[in-house]
């Protein structure tokens, strides 16, 4: 009958879950505690390291003055 396909059923979705649940711990482990931001192209990559080599700290918005200044 219909309901012989709910074990079933109930064992994939719970494996989905904890599949996701121990991706987002997995990130959060591997990158101190904060979630990963969305990198889709090779320019937001690009700012990405940009960012972590001049302010440290990727994840935060760092004004002007973290920019070293360039005297020739």
């Not at 121990?22 to 690009?46: A, M, P, T, Y």
């Amino acid at each position: 009958m219909w309901y012989e396909i709910l074990p079933g059923l109930g064992i994939m979705a719970g494996l989905l879950t904890l599949s996701g649940i121990i991706c987002n711990q997995g990130e959060k482990l591997r990158h101190g505690g904060k979630l990963r931001r969305v990198i889709i192209s090779r320019f937001q990559w690009d700012m990405k390291k940009r960012d972590d080599k001049l302010a440290g700290e990727w994840y935060k918005v760092k004004g002007l003055e973290y920019l070293p200044n360039k005297t020739p």
